[in-house]
């Protein structure tokens, strides 16, 4: 077995799979350039060894948002979407209200896990965001929070350890190539 091969709960060993993955951060103030926080996502993606296709930035606009997502996670090449932004509680913050409609199947311990991680950085504050996340037909949409602390914490305690095929039991990673 290679270094890079484990064995998950299927008894089954797993090596690495590059998944397809684009980003969008929802903002109205940012452009390609000031976007540290879909920067360090991409960064983060790269560095994993996943295949990084796009990342795109588009404002604060429900219809924008959701018409995104749904052409992007219809394409074959695409495994993985990732949205960042407009989580908050804001009359502006419309992500969850334009994305959790396109889900096929919701991930309610992702937004779960995500802010019962979060109270440990910001405290009760972490009630405020609306992390989600869901399948849209064969393809994972986790929507995070547009803040580059909870990018970090999204990607590295959470979406990055589940978009390997290694990570035991059992990852997304699997699942979408089993």
Known sequence: MSKDSHIAHDGAAHDF???GIKVLVVSDSRTLDTD????????????AGHSFLERKIIADEAAEISACVAEWSASAEVGVVIVTGGTGVTPRDVTP??????????????GELFRMLSYKDIGTSCIQSRATAGMVDDCIVFVIPGSTGACRLGMEEIILPQLDARTKPCSFA?????
């Open 17 to 19: 799979i590059a998944l």
């Open 36 to 47: 540290k926080s879909g920067q360090y996502i991409e960064q983060c993606c790269r560095d």
């Open 174 to 178: 699997g699942l979408l190539n089993g």
């Open 97 to 110: 209200e334009a994305v959790e409609p396109l889900f096929t199947k919701a991930l309610a311990g992702f």
